[in-house]
């Protein structure tokens, strides 16, 4: 499984997402599924903040989301078939990996994603205070590494990016046999 996310989207989601170091902060993305070849790709099409009213435990290494901010957050996936994907950070980490907090976490929430949302994938990211990236599907014990196909320095290519519009910025998996 591949995600692909506009460079300005994820910009804005990766800057939100690692504002606070003193607590991990959550969003879901809704991306268009699409088959490329054998592969799936997420076309992530928008994506929201969990509220602050939306945090039920908020701390520097958990989180636990309100079910009601959840559904809400969902509904127009639901309403459209669209994949769900939760992203969070963790905010003291250079290394973006999945917490045994984060596994008993997706491990009810995937699931039931995929009871809302039948017939496309699900799955969650972490994302590191390092910009590190790790994502897995719904029923992947795998995590994938991930990393931009677009790594450029950004100090002499901000005017020619302007001037050519927003790039997508693929996430694609790194490593072995990863798949994200």
Sequence with gaps: MQIRIEETAWAALTAHILERVDVETAAVLLAEPFKSGADTVLAVRSWAPVPEDGYLIRHVDQIRIDPVAINRLVRPARERGLTVLTVHSHPMALDAWFSHADDLGDGRLLPSFARLVPGVPHGSLVVARSGAVVARGAGRRRAGRCRSAHRRAHDHNENRDAR?????????????RARC
């Design 164 to 176: 050519r519009g927003a790039r997508r910025r693929p996430l694609r998996p790194t490593g072995p």
